[in-house]
């Protein structure tokens, strides 16, 4: 907790959020043991989200905003699928179109940084000069064009805000993570644009063509998972991805093939990466910019072919070893506490106050991480049921 300057209002929600913790803790050393073995291509890790439920990041992060397909209908798309000349790998931050990791904090903004991902890409493709643009000038002011600020937004509406006014840049307009008053100033503007194209629905072979093309395109993706959420390095795969239920927007930045998996080069504003816009489940993977000078862990034979329990034990010591030294003396004690109470012990806590409020948590601290996602998912499934299908919804 020190480790990203957490405080809590109280010590009963330090520990409440402590036992969060650890639980995510064991998902992400399980999760971590596998990929050591060969089991996943990408590997998870303790992040400033750590201490929040999984529903509870989705609804910070990833607060839905449906839009009806039906009432949606792109003027122009493009829909160009043939890809058989397109070069094998590409990766458009080495030609200099991509600006650094920027971080949307507690602020559901992402639409916002997808969008001037974008378009910071072709301002460098007309004028050779790199631009870092302004999220906080689109969160602030970008209201009537039917965005919300720190609450969500569309990157198609965003575009047409740029169009009519221009957008200021990060220099003369920061950001800062909050809803703010729009501080908007003409004379500070440094881009507009002439409009849009959506990239054909369901289409990766399009989006491809669009990226080896055009440059870096702004997409949206499913990331209400728990691997999202905790994910660190590696090319993420999440098998149960929805083609639909799309509520975070990143930035495809390129795509390639690593051991014999096509992947794509995301820049993403949060802790995690993900895919695509509008599209099914994809063939290709993830590998996110976040972990720009980190490659995916090289697998040895022996793991690809089986790892022996000894070779388990040991990878499964030096996890423990890594996560015990991170800790301190009360993050210990509380850890300890959090076994117990999964355990159906009484909790060892000088405050009374504590320990009673301890005990309504019980059933929620022997809930395994893969249980409370299991729940997260059927909510959304349930809300999903509840809406018409939609791909075009408002994201944060």
Not at 11 to 39: C, P, S, T
Not at 234 to 256: I, N, P
Not at 258 to 275: A, F, H, M, R
């Amino acid at each position: 907790m020190k480790l990203f300057n957490k405080n809590y209002e109280t010590a009963e929600n330090e520990f409440v959020r402590r036992v969060i913790w650890e639980k995510n803790l064991q998902y992400v050393n399980q999760h971590n043991l596998e990929a050591d073995m060969g089991l996943h291509t990408y590997w998870l890790g303790l992040n400033e989200y750590a201490d929040l439920e999984n529903r509870e990041f989705v609804k910070k992060m990833n607060n839905l905003i449906p839009r009806n397909l039906t009432t949606y209908k792109p003027k122009l798309i493009f829909a160009n699928d043939n890809i058989k000349d397109l070069p094998d790998t590409v990766d458009w931050r080495t030609k200099g179109y991509v600006t650094e990791v920027k971080n949307q904090a507690q602020c559901g903004s992402c639409w916002a940084f997808s969008t001037t991902g974008s378009l910071e890409g072709q301002i460098f493709k007309k004028t050779g000069k790199l631009v870092s643009l302004s999220e906080q000038n689109l969160v602030d002011c970008s209201a009537s064009f039917g965005n919300n600020g720190c609450e969500g937004g569309l990157m198609d509406n965003a575009f047409k805000y740029i169009k009519k006014f221009g957008i200021d840049s990060e220099a003369s307009y920061p950001y800062e993570g909050v809803d703010a008053k729009c501080r908007y100033k003409k004379s500070e503007v440094v881009a507009t644009d002439t409009g849009y194209v959506d990239v054909k629905s369901m289409s990766e072979d399009s989006l491809q063509s669009a990226v080896a093309k055009v440059g870096p395109i702004s997409v949206a993706i499913d990331a209400g998972h728990l691997s999202f959420q905790l994910y660190k390095h590696g090319v993420y795969k999440e098998s149960r991805c929805s083609a639909t239920a799309l509520d975070h927007g990143v930035l495809a930045a390129g795509y390639g093939t690593d051991n014999g998996q096509d992947y794509w080069l995301v820049k993403n504003s949060t802790i995690c990466p993900e895919k695509g816009r509008a599209t099914t489940c994809p063939e290709k993977n993830v590998r996110s910019q976040n972990i720009v000078e980190q490659r995916q862990q090289t697998l040895i034979e022996e793991n690809r072919q089986g790892t022996s329990s000894s070779q388990y034990v040991e990878v499964k010591q030096r996890r423990m070893q890594e996560t015990s030294t991170m800790e301190t003396p009360e993050e210990t004690e509380a850890l300890r506490n959090a076994d117990r109470l999964r355990r159906g012990k009484p909790v060892q806590w000088k405050d009374q106050k504590i320990q009673n409020r301890m005990k309504t948590q019980k059933s929620r601290a022997m809930e395994t991480p893969q249980e409370t996602e299991a729940w997260t998912n059927t909510d959304r499934l349930r809300k999903q049921d509840s809406e018409e299908n939609t791909s075009l919804p408002q994201i944060q």
